[in-house]
């Protein structure tokens, strides 16, 4: 799961892009507990969602058609020691540029981008701000997944951008795991992600190539039935997901893409 060690290549901040912040205020507060602070005015209306005082994710007002389902759109963001190297990275592995790096404040430096195959995420180069305070909780971010039309490709990209390592799940060798450089196979705790063939989805591929965030829940048919009651819609049932335990895929009702995971039963 994503660990909250300053690791480069792994998730550093995920951000909500929404044409209507307070819907997006009370949906996710009913759903996960988040209250939204504003960051100040010199940040634009940005804020940050929180949980318990602790940073979980971050929420700006978008207009309606920019971002995915109409208008509104998660983004990841992974941690960097530098945006402008990374950017170069970017660009001779094939992806392109969608946000030069810039500052913001004091707080750090951010870029975004997106890969070969067209699925976007971003970076930041932590300042006073490192980013998320909580992971792998419930109500937090605790699984991403890589939706590509190319695997091969893409697991390239990472590597060659980040060094991310790509390791075969056991038992059943169907599902590969990301992680960040340097932990090899017998690391799992620092896995933060799987990648999915598009073809494999079909939740998915009518959207295109994406990262997908998963917050963790702890009763996951409530966490649907709660989500639906609030306007938002299920995009895949209920599910097991490659030993992690049980996910489901959802939108918000503004159209952003995300899910939630019930994670199975830690076994000695």
């Known amino acids: 799961m994503p660990t909250p060690r300053p690791l480069p290549g ?3 901040w ?3 892009g929404t044409p209507d912040l307070d819907g997006a205020r009370t949906f996710y507060g009913e759903l996960f507990g988040w209250d939204l602070a504003p960051a100040g005015p010199e940040t634009g209306g940005y804020g940050m969602f929180r949980r318990a005082g602790a940073s979980v994710a971050g929420a700006m007002t978008v207009p309606p058609e920019h971002g995915n389902g109409g208008g509104s759109a998660w983004t990841l963001y992974f941690r960097t020691p530098d945006a402008d190297a990374t950017a170069t990275a970017v660009r001779a592995g094939g992806g392109s540029v969608t946000l030069d790096p810039m500052d913001v404040l004091d707080l750090g430096r951010m870029a975004l981008f997106t890969d070969p195959t067209g699925a976007g995420f971003g970076v930041w ?5 490192q980013g998320l305070d909580v992971v792998g909780e419930p109500n937090a971010l605790t699984w991403t997944e ?3 039309s190319d695997p091969v490709a893409d697991l390239s990209f990472y590597d ?4 991310m390592e790509a390791h075969t799940a056991r038992p059943g060798g169907a599902y590969t795991l990301l992680q960040p450089p340097g932990g090899g ?3 799992p705790a620092d896995a933060f992600g799987g990648v999915v063939p598009l073809a494999a989805d079909p939740s998915e591929e009518a959207d295109g190539p994406s990262w997908a965030p998963y917050f963790e829940v702890a009763d996951l048919d409530a966490a649907v039935e709660l989500a639906e009651r609030l306007g938002g819609a299920v995009r895949r049932g209920p599910g097991a997901l490659a030993g ?3 996910g489901a895929k959802l939108t918000d009702p503004h159209g952003a893409r995300f899910a939630v995971l019930e994670r199975a039963p830690a076994t000695p």
Do not use: E, K, M, N
């Open 160 to 163: 060659q951008v980040f060094g």
């Open 125 to 129: 180069q932590p300042g006073t701000h």
């Open 146 to 148: 890589l939706y590509t």
């Open 14 to 16: 995920i951000d909500l």
């Open 244 to 246: 992690l335990g049980r």
């Open 10 to 12: 792994s998730p550093a």
């Open 185 to 187: 196979p017998d690391a």
